[in-house]
């Protein structure tokens, strides 16, 4: 479906979007990870495209993104972003040396149609940056704002869905997130709870949209309370020094 300003998907970015240029910035380390996965990829295609996010600067990329307010937020030095989606690639077979989507996949409204997409246009790789959604409610966050990691592995697609509807072997690379991680995600900020305390932060991981306020409003009390009293720092408090994390994020890459 169609939101307002043209997002394909559940999550209407014309409401949640506004702040993901300045909470939703690359991570050097794993741009570093979907960069050698294109490989020598020339051309790359990105599919639901966003801000640019990984958009790597020293390919010829494309990139297709439905949502009017993430094109617009798209800085002057990459590419104007195509308006479309996943499902219907306005491209001939073959047409990109690589294709690549971060963060995306799990809101195409048909994933097996997105992917079969994907696949047709590649001559090479296809990289998809994605969540377990067998491990997302293993991260800590789940004690306080359990409606919002339901909602995430409610709604990313089972790693096995996405080996079968790219047909074949997929490389599945789990990626380590840095205790500093610039990309705003939810697992970004297991070492700084404090975060979570930000509504722009939150605004800018879309599984909290699918929570209400009210609801949202009382995650994030039981969670303050915490880190005022010293409960969080107690349990969990040897996250703040510990140099990455290993949880749900994963690289999924599929060759011809």
């Known amino acids: 479906?169609?939101?307002?300003?043209?997002?394909?998907?559940?999550?209407?970015?014309?409401?949640?979007?506004?702040?993901?240029?300045a909470y939703r910035r690359p991570e050097p380390f794993i741009e570093t990870m979907i960069l050698d996965a294109l490989g020598e990829?020339?051309?790359?295609?990105?599919?639901?495209?966003?801000?640019?996010?990984?958009?790597?600067?020293?390919?010829?990329?494309?990139?297709?993104?439905?949502?009017?307010?993430m094109r617009?937020?798209?800085?002057?030095?990459?590419?104007?972003?195509?308006?479309?989606?996943?499902?219907?690639?306005?491209?001939?077979?073959?047409?990109?040396?690589?294709?690549?989507?971060t963060f995306t996949v799990h809101q195409w409204a048909d994933l097996?149609?997105?992917?079969?997409?994907?696949?047709?246009?590649?001559?090479g790789p296809v990289v998809i940056l994605t969540c377990d959604p067998a491990l997302v409610q293993a991260f800590?966050?789940?004690?306080?704002?359990?409606?919002?990691?339901?909602?995430?592995?409610?709604?990313?697609?089972?790693?096995?869905?996405?080996?079968?509807?790219?047909?074949?072997?997929?490389?599945?690379?789990n990626v380590p997130v840095p205790l500093h991680c610039q990309d705003g995600f939810n697992e970004a900020y297991?070492?700084?709870?404090e975060m979570f305390l930000d509504p722009n932060a939150r605004l800018s991981c879309s599984a909290w949209s699918f929570v209400s306020p009210d609801l949202a409003a009382q995650y994030v009390q039981a969670l303050e309370a915490d880190l005022a009293s010293g409960e969080w720092d107690r349990r969990l408090g040897h996250l703040r020094q510990q140099p990455s994390f290993a949880g749900s994020l994963v690289l999924a890459v599929a060759h011809p």
């Open 190 to 193: 297991y070492g700084r709870p």
């Open 41 to 69: 990829a020339g051309s790359v295609l990105n599919v639901g495209a966003g801000a640019g996010s990984y958009e790597p600067a020293n390919r010829n990329v494309t990139a297709l993104e439905p949502s009017a307010s």
């Open 112 to 123: 097996s149609a997105g992917l079969s997409e994907m696949w047709r246009v590649s001559r």
């Open 72 to 101: 617009a937020q798209r800085p002057a030095s990459l590419s104007r972003a195509i308006d479309g989606v996943a499902e219907h690639l306005p491209f001939a077979d073959n047409s990109f040396d690589a294709v690549m989507a």
């Open 140 to 173: 800590w966050l789940n004690d306080y704002a359990p409606g919002v990691l339901a909602a995430e592995a409610r709604r990313y697609p089972a790693l096995s869905v996405l080996e079968q509807g790219l047909g074949g072997q997929l490389d599945v690379r």
């Open 1 to 21: 479906m169609r939101q307002t300003d043209g997002s394909a998907g559940d999550a209407n970015y014309g409401a949640i979007g506004a702040s993901y240029t």
